[in-house]
Nanobody, 123 residues
Framework: QVQLVESGGGSVQSGDSLTLSCKISEDSGKLFSWGWFRQAPGKEREGVAAIDHFHSTMYADSWEGRFTIPRDNAKNTLYIQMKSLTPEETTTYYC?????????????????WGQGTQVTVSS
């Protein structure tokens, strides 16, 4: 069973930067696509960004240019580096992986999920 553990969440001020980490138990070579998602209470989970085995990336329009998702295969760790955060980005962030071919931000296609980490941005 693949296990994912997010860390790095917390409270920041509007305009601040924050980096989240996602440690994955499985050998990264066995997993094809890794992604970051967010879900506010009462809303559908949405894909922020994804990176595949070849380090190709895909970003949602809202975050491209401000968020980056480097991946360290040696450490089996995925990161999301978030800049210029706004209060509207206060929510729970999740990482997930899929073991099938194809990069996507569609949360329905991911197989394994972390427990989530809360990010709160104050104005």
């Amino acid at each position: 069973q693949v296990q994912l553990v997010e860390s790095g969440g917390g409270s920041v001020q509007s305009g601040d930067s924050l980096t989240l980490s996602c440690k994955i138990s499985e050998d990264s070579g066995k997993l094809f696509s890794w992604g970051w998602f967010r879900q506010a209470p009462g809303k559908e989970r949405e894909g922020v960004a994804a990176i595949d085995h070849f380090h190709s990336t895909m970003y949602a329009d809202s975050w491209e240019g401000r968020f980056t998702i480097p991946r360290d295969n040696a450490k089996n760790t995925l990161y999301i580096q978030m800049k210029s955060l706004t209060p509207e980005e206060t929510t729970t962030y999740y990482c997930a992986v899929k073991d099938t071919f194809g990069i996507t931000r569609a949360h329905q296609l991911y197989h394994y999920w972390g427990q989530g980490t809360q990010v709160t941005v104050s104005s």
